[in-house]
């Protein structure tokens, strides 16, 4: 009887209706659960000049990954453009926000050095390569985006950019940032060579990536396939080269500039 109740509203609710409650309920639940972890696993500050452990870096992207990806369960029709009212709009603001001050939490949980996620100085002689890499990165990945806000073919309002935005800067770039191409990266500097770090930084990358976009509505599994293997895994690669070459704080820049045109695009796309 239950099942056929719920059919029958699932039937007759519009789509762009239907909200995964459980998904966002389980997303909050995850996010509050993952940040007790690790402020519970952090009893004693760290020892001023050791180096970050591991465990302690994949702890911290694991609570990240399934955080966002309960979280994309809910707001993936926005992202992709397929469910552009306002409410999800706003409610992807908020949850964006929320991941925001998360992966702040857990930065000031672990008690050290900006350093240690990658926020530093890098080597001024290959600065001018890193950016020709970033840049080139950018340019191929987002020619698309760009071209279709340059010409037109998209109209931009307030709330698509105000979405876009914190999709760019809190959803996406700064927290990939500091984990992966970050903490996660100089956890490993001193155990394994820069190419492993790199290997091993672009698959949990790729990994919490795969899990966020899901294949499903709006995305086959063909298509699901060639965004993971043909531009998530390439790109946590180069991303990967590029921080070893120069601060983690550059690959922010250019991301965010990235993620802010793809996004606005998919956001908008329906509208115009």
């Known amino acids: 009887m239950t099942d056929s109740i719920a059919a029958t509203v699932a039937v007759t609710t ?8 459980g998904y966002l309920v ?47 369960r809910v707001l993936g029709p926005a992202v992709l453009g397929l469910n552009q009212s306002a409410w999800l709009l706003a409610l992807g603001d908020v949850i964006f926000v929320a991941l ?14 900006a350093s240690d996620f990658g926020v530093r100085g890098g080597n001024a002689g290959r600065l001018p390569l890193a950016l020709i890499m970033g840049v080139g990165a950018v340019v191929v990945v987002a020619f698309d985006a760009y071209q279709a806000l340059f010409s037109g073919r998209v109209v931009v309002n307030a709330d698509g950019l105000v979405f876009a935005t914190l999709f760019a800067l809190l959803g996406s770039a700064v927290p990939e940032e500091l984990l992966f191409r970050g903490y996660l990266m100089s956890s490993l500097d001193g155990r394994m ?26 995305l ?5 396939m060639v965004y993971i293997s043909g531009a998530v895994l390439p790109l946590g690669l180069w991303w990967g080269l590029v921080a070893g070459l120069a601060a983690v704080a550059l690959i922010l820049v250019l ?6 045109r793809t996004a606005v695009v998919r956001v908008e796309t329906d509208r115009a």
């Open 26 to 72: 389980a997303g909050f639940a995850l996010l509050a659960a993952g940040l007790a972890i690790v402020v519970a696993g952090r009893r004693t500050p760290p020892e001023p000049g050791s180096r970050p452990r591991p465990s302690r870096a994949a702890l911290l992207a694991i609570v990240y990954g399934i955080s966002s990806a309960a979280f994309m």
């Open 255 to 260: 991301r965010i500039r990235h993620r802010l």
């Open 220 to 224: 086959g599994m063909a298509d699901w």
């Open 193 to 218: 060579r820069r190419w492993s770090r790199v290997i091993v930084s672009a698959a949990a990358f790729t990994a919490v990536r795969s899990i966020r976009f899901w294949p499903g509505e709006g």
């Open 14 to 21: 519009p789509t762009s209706l239907q909200t995964p409650i």
């Open 100 to 113: 925001g001050l998360l992966v702040v939490f857990m930065v000031l949980a672990e008690g050290r050095p």
